[in-house]
Each structure stands twice: as C-alpha cells, then as structure tokens.
C-alpha cells in the first residue's frame, strides 16, 4: 500500500507554500494546514471523510513500529491530524476560530510543494493561495523516532487551489493605490533630506 494521496478538498490555513517559514531554531519548512469539514455526528473514529487519512497514519506507524503491542499509541505518539474544535476551543489568541467544525491535517516539507490551479498549470501569484482559500494536497504519511519525539508525519508535496474561499485571519492584501492613501499626509513635501 502507498503512503501517499490526494486529500478531500479543504480550508487552507497557514499557508508557507511560495517560501519557508523559519522556525525558532533555525530550521525551515514549507508548510499547510489543511481543514477538512467533519461530517456531522461522526467522531475521529468513524468520519468517512477522513477515514483513509486514518489508515494513511496506521500504515506509516506500522511500517515503523510492526510490533502492534510495542507501538506507541495515545500522547506518546505525535499525528498530523487532530481535531479543530479542541483547537478553536483553547485558543486564547484568536487564531483557530475557522477551525472549529473541521478536523486539521498539518503537512510540511523541507522541499517546497509544486502548487497549481483547477487545469494543473503553475501558480506564479502568490497572493492566489492565501489562508481561506480551497485547495487540495497530494501528500505523503511517515512515522519518526527522535530522542524528542515519536510521531507520523505528512509530508506535503503537490497543492493544488481548488477555489476561493473567506479570507482568514486579519491580515489584508493592499495594493500600492492604498498604501498612497494611507501615507499620503507623510508623502507630501517629505523627501530623502527628511530622514
């Protein structure tokens, strides 16, 4: 069995897809997190919209861990796909409302993703996936073991934006029309002499 495959479409939140996010130490990673709409009344356990994902972390921990009665399990084992609502309920900073009804897929990757549109053609644009907008992942599961931590991973490798979707966050695309108006007072009369 692969360990790779195509995501169901969803929210694309914190997307790191055109360059990478440089973390504390030093290291850098490509990046998305992936909300995908849970099914209502279903749990973790039994939301067919996930359920391949499920299988995808199994195979991958299995791969690593055959022992089933040795595997880790439970907190002693990190997984990419957790549950929104519990982030959107602990969230004390305003940054994981979106993702309360979905469940999230965190993917990264140390290479950066090939990221295109609806006809498979390169996005150039980097303003066309944006934290809101639809896509869909083609990644890949696979487990580690560091002295750290123990966990499976996603490893992202295609996106591709499936649509437009509600801006998340409050972060505002301007364009230089706007950035005139709101520095208009400073740039009149001022010149390189005045700094």
């Given at each position: ?6 995501t ?5 939140s914190?997307p790191?897809v055109?360059?990478?996010k440089?973390?504390a ?6 990046q ?11 749990t973790m ?23 089933a ?12 796909l ?6 959107a ?8 409302g ?9 993917t ?8 295109v ?15 809101g907008?639809?896509?869909?992942l ?21 996106v ?9 966050g ?18 009149v ?7």
């Amino acid at each position: 069995m692969s360990n790779s495959m195509n995501t169901p479409e969803g929210i694309a939140s914190f997307p790191w897809v055109f360059e990478p996010k440089t973390f504390a130490d030093g290291s850098k990673k490509y990046q998305l997190t992936l909300l995908i709409k849970k099914t209502p009344g279903k749990t973790m356990d039994n939301d067919p919209v996930i359920a391949e994902i499920r299988a995808k972390i199994e195979a991958a921990a299995a791969a690593k861990w055959p022992d089933a009665k040795t595997r880790p399990r439970g907190s002693k084992l990190r997984l990419p796909l957790t549950d929104g609502d519990i982030a959107a309920e602990e969230d004390t900073k305003g940054l994981y409302g979106a993702y309360a009804g979905h469940w999230a897929l965190a993917t990264n990757e140390t290479r950066q993703p090939v990221v295109v549109d609806r006809q498979c053609k390169a996005i150039l644009d980097r303003n066309q996936v944006y934290p809101g907008c639809i896509v869909r992942l083609h990644v890949d599961f696979f487990a580690y073991d560091t002295d750290k931590a123990k966990g499976v991973s996603c490893g992202l490798k295609y996106v591709q934006k499936r649509g437009d979707g509600t801006r998340l966050g409050t972060s505002v695309v301007a364009s230089e029309e706007q950035a005139a108006s709101v520095f208009a007072e400073d740039a009149v009369g001022a010149g390189s002499d005045d700094i």
